[in-house]
């Protein structure tokens, strides 16, 4: 094996942070053991971080005293647990025959690593700029779109954010049973076009990575589509990450929009909240199920369970249209409703097994789709 001998200091502040964030890109359970390593490199007065799964990864610096340039690669999980119980204050790092020497004013202690030979190459920079995201566009991704997409990975298609840019960027995400979609074009968020494509779809994961790893005070991030290696790499003063774009065709969602209705009212999203939270006693005992009744004189949440029993709470809320009943899994509505800082919610549908649009009502940039439960008859 071949070994880079490096000796630094660092707060453990700054490391503990840095760590915590690059193990999020490590798989433990990839046959590779490599890919349970992060990379710390100290280089030019810094020290790198690197860390994949080899769909994602991230490369990330913080500021170090260096005595030796050089690099190794430690376990994730043992760094992480180790330097989270050191004392804050200097930390000093020393590569000494394939081992880590990590101490403190109080603690030391010696991690066995693995030579940086076979660890992939993780971007830590940007060849060209495609174009740029404002900060607060991930931000909003991140709340407002990400989690419609889908958690496991099935279907490839729908664990993305599908994103078009160019004149009339959007952002969507859907698992099958709901979607999210984001007009940008109001925000200006996207600064600069790409001139060799107009869409792309990437893990949603990667977007609320981002959005934690910001920080307030930080500027655009510049943007990179790699086709020729299938990637899209973010660059911001924090962190580069890198995702592996999906392949594959995003369903239509201009098909599931609602083009119209036979319902709908506008609603206190506070009031909703807590109806929604109280139906849902008896809906986790009942396959997630709750019923919203549009009727005359308002909006009706009920619940029920064969075994426990049932409830039903009333809110005052101005209904147009035909009286109806609906059900939905209540964890959506609750999803959706702590996705949005606004007063009131409009709801409307034109069936019982129709798409049913969820929106606030200050903002009609953004627009939320529940697919409605079949009911037994």
Same mark, same amino acid.
């Given at each position: 094996?071949?070994?880079?001998?490096?000796?630094?200091?660092?707060?453990?502040?700054?490391?503990?942070?840095s760590?915590?964030?690059?193990?999020?890109?490590?798989?433990?359970?990839?046959?590779?053991?490599?890919?349970?390593?992060?990379?710390? #490199?100290?280089?030019?007065?810094?020290? $790198?971080?690197?860390?994949?799964?080899?769909?994602?990864?991230?490369?990330?610096?913080l500021?170090?005293?260096?005595?030796?340039?050089?690099?190794?690669?430690?376990?994730?999980?043992?760094?992480?647990? %180790?330097?989270?119980?050191?004392?804050?204050?200097?930390v %000093?790092?020393?590569?000494?025959?394939? $081992?880590?020497?990590?101490?403190?004013?109080?603690?030391?202690?010696?991690?066995?690593? %693995?030579?940086?030979?076979?660890?992939?190459?993780?971007?830590?920079?940007?060849?060209?700029?495609?174009?740029?995201?404002?900060?607060?566009?991930?931000?909003?991704?991140?709340?407002?779109?990400?989690?419609?997409?889908?958690?496991?990975?099935?279907?490839?298609?729908?664990?993305?954010?599908?994103?078009?840019?160019?004149? &009339?960027?959007?952002?969507?995400?859907?698992?099958?049973? #709901?979607?999210?979609?984001?007009?940008?074009?109001?925000?200006?968020?996207?600064?600069?076009?790409?001139?060799?494509?107009?869409?792309?779809?990437l893990?949603?994961?990667?977007?609320?990575?981002?959005?934690?790893?910001? &920080?307030?005070?930080?500027?655009?991030?510049?943007?990179?589509?790699?086709?020729?290696?299938?990637?899209?790499?973010?660059?911001?003063?924090?962190?580069?990450?890198?995702?592996?774009?999906?392949?594959?065709?995003?369903?239509?969602?201009?098909?599931?929009?609602?083009?119209?209705?036979?319902?709908?009212?506008?609603?206190?999203?506070?009031?909703?909240?807590?109806?929604?939270?109280?139906?849902?006693?008896?809906?986790?005992?009942?396959?997630?199920?709750?019923?919203?009744?549009?009727?005359?004189?308002?909006?009706?949440?009920?619940?029920?369970?064969?075994?426990?029993?049932?409830?039903?709470?009333?809110?005052?809320? #101005?209904?147009?249209?035909?009286?109806?009943t609906?059900?939905?899994?209540?964890?959506?509505?609750?999803?959706f409703?702590n996705?949005?800082t606004?007063?009131?919610?409009?709801? $409307?549908?034109?069936?019982?097994?129709?798409?049913?649009?969820?929106?606030?009502?200050?903002?009609?940039?953004?627009?939320?789709?529940?697919?409605?439960? #079949?009911?037994?008859?």
């Amino acid at each position: 094996m071949v070994y880079c001998p490096m000796k630094l200091s660092v707060l453990q502040e700054d490391l503990l942070k840095s760590v915590a964030l690059a193990s999020k890109f490590t798989s433990s359970k990839a046959q590779l053991p490599i890919l349970g390593n992060i990379l710390l #490199r100290a280089k030019e007065g810094k020290l $790198q971080l690197a860390a994949t799964n080899l769909e994602t990864g991230i490369s990330t610096k913080l500021p170090a005293k260096i005595e030796k340039e050089g690099e190794i690669t430690v376990p994730a999980k043992i760094i992480l647990e %180790l330097i989270s119980h050191f004392r804050p204050g200097q930390v %000093l790092l020393e590569e000494e025959k394939g $081992q880590l020497k990590v101490s403190s004013q109080n603690a030391k202690a010696s991690v066995s690593g %693995l030579s940086t030979k076979e660890f992939p190459n993780v971007p830590n920079s940007l060849n060209k700029k495609s174009f740029s995201l404002k900060k607060e566009t991930i931000s909003v991704l991140s709340k407002e779109v990400c989690f419609a997409a889908a958690s496991m990975d099935t279907r490839p298609v729908l664990s993305g954010v599908y994103i078009k840019i160019g004149n &009339n960027p959007v952002a969507v995400a859907t698992d099958g049973f #709901r979607l999210s979609y984001k007009d940008l074009k109001s925000e200006n968020s996207v600064v600069l076009k790409d001139k060799e494509r107009t869409s792309f779809l990437l893990p949603a994961t990667i977007i609320q990575e981002l959005g934690k790893s910001l &920080n307030p005070q930080s500027e655009d991030i510049n943007v990179e589509l790699n086709d020729k290696e299938g990637q899209i790499i973010f660059e911001s003063e924090e962190a580069v990450l890198t995702a592996r774009l999906i392949e594959g065709q995003f369903p239509d969602y201009q098909k599931v929009l609602p083009k119209g209705w036979s319902v709908k009212t506008e609603i206190s999203k506070d009031e909703l909240l807590q109806g929604v939270k109280a139906a849902s006693v008896f809906a986790k005992e009942a396959g997630s199920v709750i019923k919203l009744s549009f009727k005359k004189d308002g909006l009706s949440i009920s619940s029920e369970s064969n075994l426990y029993g049932s409830e039903e709470i009333s809110i005052d809320s #101005r209904v147009e249209g035909e009286e109806l009943t609906i059900a939905f899994n209540y964890k959506f509505v609750l999803d959706f409703l702590n996705s949005i800082t606004g007063d009131s919610v409009l709801i $409307q549908t034109q069936s019982a097994t129709s798409p049913t649009l969820f929106q606030n009502t200050k903002d009609d940039s953004y627009k939320h789709i529940i697919m409605p439960v #079949r009911l037994q008859s």
